[in-house]
């Protein structure tokens, strides 16, 4: 009990301590060591009541910013305070699209650090553009995919004029591409469900989404986005690799698994340096990766083989495709290669 009254006795006298320092910088006056005004010192207190008093008073400068370019609803947003961000909110010619030095706006920090009741806030607060972007192309709905903020996600996805696609210019970020490659699988799925996204948008270096899963080893989502209409999953990036290419090389043998049961995926599709997925998996010796991938290329050595020799004593194509398939190794590289068979070339 002796050492809760100690902390409130220090808490009141830090606090006159801080009322006497604002007391004689004035209404809009900046405070030299600070550089921020009275109203800014409130905020970033906490303070609720000394906060209504600043607003309260005449001529006051919401939107007067520091040294770094903050607004009170800046700093309010970053810190998570719910009731001074509804203060500031229903305060006159209050900015709410104000951005400080870094280009970042109240929605973007609140997005960013998951401050759900801040963001609802924000959203409903006239004139709030919610595809503001800061200096780097962030968007809000980027920095709360990349952060995994499930209930941000899910309040910006809702908000009119939304864009689910944009992507940051720095590195042509996707938000499905931070979360993809974060591992962030709720917000795959939500992501997934809004209206007009594009699950093969990639980066600047011709990353999509699939890719980085795979890269990072996120099976859950590899599964996601494998199961999202179009998608694409031999898409490679700038160096040729692909989403088997690299789970191959990294011994992500629930990714190589996955991707191989894939719709159209071509096995034996190399990469810049010539080397497909089961050069890459044996130069790395994964053992229980090269099997599988021995086995579908098996399949269609003997499929090729097979069917060169069908359609040179004359049966048409389609006969001779169902007839090679039917005489491979085993039922598993049957069921591999009939998936596969779409992007097999047929050499004359």
């Known amino acids: 009990m002796e050492s809760l009254q100690n902390m409130l006795r220090t808490g009141a006298s830090l606090l006159t301590e801080f009322h006497k320092a604002t007391a004689g910088l004035g209404v809009n006056g900046l405070d030299g060591q600070l550089v921020q ?5 409130a905020v970033g207190a906490g303070d609720i009541r000394q906060v209504s ?65 801040e963001v609802k806030l924000l959203l409903a607060a006239q004139g709030i553009d919610v595809n503001r972007v800061d200096e780097h192309g962030i968007t809000p709905l980027n920095a709360a995919s990349f952060g995994g903020h499930i209930e941000v996600v899910k309040l910006l996805l809702a908000a009119p004029g939304i864009d689910v696609n944009r992507a940051d210019e720095k590195f042509g970020e996707t938000p499905l591409i931070a979360a993809s490659f974060n591992g962030h699988a709720e917000v795959v799925k939500l992501l997934l469900g809004a209206p007009g996204i594009d699950v093969n948008r990639a980066d600047n270096s011709g990353r999509t989404p699939l890719y980085w899963a795979s890269y990072s080893g996120n099976t859950e989502v590899v599964g996601l986005l494998l199961g999202a209409p179009g998608i694409d999953v031999n898409r490679a990036d700038m160096d ?8 191959s090389t990294w011994g992500y043998l629930h990714g190589v698994t996955l991707l191989l049961g894939a719709p159209g995926i071509h096995v034996l599709r190399t990469n810049k340096d010539g080397k497909s997925a089961l050069d890459l998996a044996t130069e790395r010796d994964r053992a229980d990766i090269i099997p599988l991938l021995e086995e579908l290329v098996d399949a269609k050595h003997s499929f090729v083989a097979l069917f060169r020799v069908l359609m040179h004593i004359g ?34």
């Not at 040729?240 to 789970?247: D, F």
């Open 37 to 41: 005004t009275s109203l800014h010192g």
């Open 53 to 117: 008093r600043w607003l309260g008073t005449p001529s006051i400068d919401v939107n007067r910013a520091d040294e770094r370019g903050r607004t009170p609803l800046l700093v309010a947003c970053r810190e998570g305070l719910v009731e001074v961000v509804k203060l500031l909110l229903a305060a006159p010619g209050v900015d709410v699209n104000w951005a400080d030095e870094d280009g970042r706006t109240p929605l973007i920090l609140a997005s960013q650090n998951g401050h759900t009741e």
């Open 240 to 247: 040729g690799e692909t989403p088997l290419t690299l789970s």
């Open 315 to 348: 049966l048409p194509c389609v006969q001779a495709s169902a007839l090679a398939m039917r005489h491979l190794p085993s039922e598993r590289a049957k069921a591999l290669a009939t998936r596969a068979r779409d992007t097999w070339t047929i050499p004359p």
